[in-house]
T-cell receptor, first 112, second 115 residues
Framework: DQQVKQNSPSLSVQEGRISILNCDYT??????FLWYKKYPAEGPTFLIS?????DKNEDGRFTVFLNKSAKHLSLHIVPSQPGDSAVYFC???????????FGEGTQLTVNP | DTGVSQDPRHKITKRGQNVTFRCDPI?????LYWYRQTLGQGPEFLTY????????KSRLLSDRFSAERPKGSFSTLEIQRTEQGDSAMYLC?????????????FGPGTRLTVL
């Protein structure tokens, strides 16, 4: 069963515009949510995270929103840059330090 | 400040052979994780250690897979009698216990190809 789902395999946006990547989860035990970025032939790179006690966390151009009642989170990138082009993974865990459950990823392409 | 390192980066083997991968975590990190990623999918959890203790294993981890972290520093993942279905990217990650947001930092991965 896919407990973390990213329904959009790909997203294309223009440089300078907002990129919005979405993620849904089914396991109500998940308490921590993270976004990772991955370039080809590299391991995932941590971007930003959020605990279930919050509904928003910002770090520079990246903001993560969490809607617990809808079991939905999103990553906003503003403004988008060509260097942001990568695969973005949403991940969740039930407790701090435990296993991460990943979504399938969304390929973001930012066009100059 | 060195990140997580993995060796080798690439491994090609014939079906039925044994392979071993090594992971060196970030030095002060006491938790170490192994994941496997196949094309078009996100990483799947295999197992994790806190110091030298193996705390959890996925049911995906068949008895052909074994992982160790003997001194609580580096870890090895061994696959015995490899099968073509074992072809994947094997990722190692590390983290510090009690880190609020459970940030795991990943290595570059070992790409295994079983012929």
């Amino acid at each position: 069963d896919q407990q973390v789902k990213q329904n959009s395999p790909s997203l294309s946006v223009q440089e300078g515009r907002i990129s919005i990547l979405n993620c849904d989860y089914t396991n109500s035990m998940f308490d921590y949510f993270l976004w990772y970025k991955k370039y080809p032939a590299e391991g995932p790179t941590f971007l930003i995270s959020i605990s279930s006690i919050k509904d928003k966390n910002e770090d520079g151009r990246f903001t993560v929103f969490l809607n617990k009642s809808a079991k939905h989170l999103s990553l906003h990138i503003v403004p988008s840059q060509p260097g942001d082009s990568a695969v973005y993974f949403c991940a969740a865990s039930a407790t701090s330090g435990s296993r991460l459950t990943f979504g399938e990823g969304t390929q973001l392409t930012v066009n100059p | 400040d060195t990140g997580v390192s993995q060796d080798p980066r690439h491994k090609i083997t014939k079906r039925g052979q044994n392979v071993t991968f090594r992971c060196d975590p970030i030095s002060e990190h006491n938790r170490l994780y192994w994941y496997r990623q196949t094309l078009g999918q996100g990483p799947e959890f295999l197992t994790y250690f806190q110091n030298e203790a193996q705390l959890e294993k996925s049911r995906l981890l068949s008895d052909r897979f074994s992982a160790e972290r003997p001194k609580g520093s580096f870890s090895t993942l061994e696959i015995q009698r490899t099968e073509q279905g074992d072809s994947a990217m094997y990722l190692c990650a590390s983290s510090i216990r009690d880190r609020v947001y459970n940030e795991q930092f990943f290595g570059p991965g070992t790409r295994l190809t079983v012929l």
